[in-house]
């Protein structure tokens, strides 16, 4: 870690800079007097409990924060052998115990607690901030935080678009008239039905969730060789996001046109299918995930539309 000179200690404790070029992290500041190796009596002890915390940003070299080994975030626990050289926990579980990797030296590894406590103060902004994430995370958490973030980015689905953005974002993306046609947006509420006209023109529409998660999915119609059309629906979300959770399921039903002898119109349902989710949203993802198939019979006018009812519930 290269350090600027620190200036001459007042009693007001002036703060130490810390120069790099690498990472930048935020820190617990403590007071003087609260050192990682203790001792000082209960007197310090109660005037650290009682100090407000601060913090600080500083920069320090990514490589300090990450194993010399495996080149992975340290995070505890971490060992140290007697010349100060240092591995985490998944590379000491594959070393000799009574020898170290750099230096040779005999003697087993020991924990080294004060760098446990220290990696777990270094917390980053996540990395996907600029589509709208503000969460400081500990930095050997970033890679976790990182593949369940749900503002995790994802592609417009029109050609040759190379927008990238979260959820909400691709979503006003795509609601805007330019560069490309606006997508039509409707608001739904889990648990109940909406009721979508898709003509052959305009096969792609976009639900929104009226609850807190505002959680946005697709619904595309596409073309099954000359005499069907299918329908599908995805939950717009990049895949780590959706193994976190929460999952929906979807009903779907098509109404045809009525028949002449029972004037029953002919219905096409599908009831409670899992909703797959994609960071890529388009046409491709509709007909690999078709889930309702229609016969062109049962379209409506020259446009070709399909009647279709959806109903989209969380399933856990």
């Known amino acids: 870690m290269a350090m600027d000179k620190r200036e001459q200690r007042s009693s007001s404790n002036k703060k130490a800079r810390v120069e790099s070029t690498e990472v930048q992290v935020k820190e617990e500041e403590m007071e003087e007097g609260g050192g990682l190796g203790g001792g000082g009596g209960a007197l310090v002890a109660a005037e650290e409990a009682a100090a407000p915390r601060e913090e600080l940003a ?177 939950c717009v979300r990049a895949s780590g996001n959706a193994a976190a959770g929460p999952q929906y399921t979807c009903s779907m039903w098509a109404t045809g046109h009525k028949a002449a002898a029972s004037s029953r119109a002919e219905m096409v349902i599908v009831q409670a299918m899992e909703v797959p989710s994609s960071s890529a949203p388009g046409e491709d993802t509709a007909e690999e995930a078709v889930r309702l198939v229609v016969r062109n019979k049962n379209l409506h006018g020259a446009s070709m539309e399909m009647r279709l009812t959806i109903r989209i519930e969380v399933s856990a």
């Open 58 to 234: 500083v920069k320090i070299y990514k490589e300090k924060l990450h194993c010399p080994l495996c080149t992975l975030p340290l995070k505890p626990p971490i060992f140290q052998c007697e010349s100060g050289h240092i591995v985490c926990g998944a590379c000491h579980d594959q070393l000799p115990k009574d020898k170290c990797y750099a230096c040779g030296l005999d003697g087993a590894y020991r924990r080294n607690a004060t760098l446990e406590d220290v990696v777990g103060w270094f917390r980053i902004l996540c990395p996907y901030a600029e589509y709208g994430c503000r969460v400081y995370v500990t930095y050997h958490a970033a890679g976790d935080h990182q593949l369940a973030c749900p503002c995790a980015p994802c592609r417009c689905p029109e050609p040759g678009c190379g927008f990238l953005g979260s959820p909400p974002m691709l979503r006003d993306h795509l609601a805007a008239a330019a560069p490309h046609a606006a997508w039509p947006v409707d608001k739904i509420r889990y648990g109940n039905a909406k009721h979508l006209f898709l003509p052959a023109s305009q096969p792609r529409r976009l639900l929104v969730a009226e609850e807190d998660d505002g959680r946005v999915f697709l619904v595309s119609t596409c073309a099954l060789g000359s005499s069907h059309r299918g329908a599908s629906v995805v």
